[in-house]
């Protein structure tokens, strides 16, 4: 059934593309989709069997295959996880799946991670990894992951988790790694959160309020970039320190007890507060003779504040600066080495995160995840599932009123509207460069309850992954 709902997306997506395909032709494609996996299956074996070995039968079908729209139905009818790396053919540009997935893989207590991923017997995590070893990405950013310095956390989940076959799926090996310090957890010296306490001490009520970015501990929710392909680690570029000052026009949080604008934070405060609630990065990856900069980010919640909404504010400034920066809107920017400007002229880029914001529902500043969505040096991507949609019909409640389409969800929170609950939501996103790349495909992992994988996400809760999906699209790079 996971064939058959890749199928389903493939098909939406091209439909928004602005490439119209008959319903009935979609249908029979379906229909047909069994034989065609035959084919495919034996065109794999006769033509190339490493890459079949490697793979799967899906590899190779589209090597058959030169009108573009059948290829792409052939590539998702094939199989479970399609390789985009293999729908070039040999005068073809190089084709990549980059995805974004909030894993969850965070803990209460520094250390308590690296504790729970030293043997490869958590359930949770190996969830998380047979998830990704199902969509096999090329270039994947995963957040909530908790930070330490030395990276361990992530060794060892590559090593106990990602690296051994979890149910049979094909080990996922990222020979490349960007790790980066993150604001969630270090403490800012400050009254942040307006509490009456200046709180310093990890771990202790109040502490995370007064962080630069909420964390119990330095390094709680912070993220990590694996990738196939080479990083080159000379022109990563983070925004860890930029100051919500120094943006021009901020949304600065303003409290209403008092006349003056903007004064939410005292200036002692503002002066030294950063705007990203993690760090924003940009990453440039080597995929043969191109480059593509992920920029990364995972925008605080727009929640857990007042009437002064200084993460909704936040949130959206967040995103604000990743969406100046790629399309070179404004010249305010600076990296922790104090360079400025934005991204390079014509850079092909890939922006990937959890981003806390839904197009039409939950609690964000109206508009937030529109400055991407609308931003014209952006691609129009929609990932959609059958699990999205069904999860929202069978949790109803304050889904019932969502407007967003529940097919392009993306995290399952809780329904019910009297324990405040915001539903499931659209709130992660890999958003391609508008120029640079031809969409091939696209999904969110969220299986339906009667088709393969859904034992991975189950019902909401209690969360067997994560709260989120993961979220993937293929594209092929053009000139
Ligand atoms: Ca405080
Ligand atoms: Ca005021
Ligand atoms: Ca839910
Ligand atoms: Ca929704």
Redesign the pocket.
């Known amino acids: 059934m996971i064939a058959f709902s890749l199928f389903v997306n493939v098909s939406r997506l091209i439909r928004t593309a602005g490439v119209s395909i008959p319903a009935n032709r979609a249908k029979a494609g379906a229909e047909r989709r069994g034989l065609w996996r035959r084919r495919c299956f034996a065109a794999a074996l006769s033509r190339d069997p490493s890459r079949m070995a490697r793979s799967g039968a899906a590899t190779s079908g589209l090597r058959l295959c030169f009108v573009p729209l059948l290829a792409v139905f052939l590539a998702v009818g094939c199989g479970r996880a399609p390789d985009p790396a293999a729908k070039a053919a040999p005068d073809e540009s190089p084709a990549i799946r980059v995805a974004t997935f909030n894993a969850y893989l965070n803990r209460p207590a520094e250390g308590r991670l690296i504790e729970d991923l030293s043997t490869p017997d958590n359930p949770q995590a190996r969830a998380v990894a047979e998830i990704i070893q199902r969509a096999a990405p090329d270039i994947l950013l995963l957040q909530e992951v908790d930070y330490d310095v030395e990276g361990r956390a992530v060794a060892l989940f590559q090593e106990n988790y990602l690296s051994v076959s979890q149910n049979g799926a094909a080990p996922a090996d990222y020979p490349y790694v960007f790790l980066g310090a993150t604001n969630t957890g270090v403490h800012s010296g400050h009254?942040?959160?307006?509490?009456?306490?200046?709180?310093a001490t990890p771990g202790a009520e109040?502490y995370g309020?007064?962080a630069f970015g909420f964390g119990a501990f330095p390094g709680q929710y912070g993220m990590v970039l694996l990738s196939k392909y080479p990083i080159d680690e000379a022109g990563v570029r983070t925004f860890q320190k930029f100051l919500w000052k120094d943006m021009p026009g901020a949304m600065l949080p303003d409290d209403p007890e008092t006349p003056a604008q903007a004064d939410w934070y005292e200036p002692g405060a503002l002066a030294e507060f950063r705007l990203s609630s993690k760090s924003h990065w940009d990453v440039p990856i080597l995929v043969g003779d191109a480059r593509v900069h992920i920029v990364a980010l995972h925008p605080t919640p727009p929640v857990f504040d007042g009437e002064e909404d200084r993460n909704g504010r936040r949130n959206h400034d967040e995103i604000r600066l990743a969406s100046d920066y790629v399309s070179g809107a404004g010249d305010y920017f600076y990296d922790d080495k104090g360079e400025r400007g934005g991204i390079e002229a014509g850079a092909r880029f890939v922006v990937l995160g959890d981003m806390n914001a839904d197009p039409l529902d939950g609690d964000g500043v109206p508009g937030a995840a529109d400055q991407f969505l609308s931003n014209p040096a952006i691609a129009s991507v929609a990932p959609e599932s059958v699990g999205g949609a069904a999860q929202a019909a069978l949790q109803g409640g304050a889904n019932l009123s969502h407007r967003t389409p529940a097919e392009t969800d993306t995290a399952d929170f809780g329904d019910d509207i009297e324990r405040g609950g915001a539903g499931n939501l659209r709130l992660d996103y890999v958003l391609p460069s508008a120029h640079g790349f031809a969409i091939k495909g696209a999904g969110v992992f969220w299986p339906a309850p009667d088709e393969d994988g859904y034992d991975l996400v189950g019902p909401g809760f209690p969360v067997v992954s994560s709260d989120h999906r993961l979220v993937w699209v293929d594209m092929q790079f053009t000139d």
Request: no cysteine.
């Open positions: 009254d942040l959160d307006r509490n009456g306490a200046v709180v109040g309020g007064d």
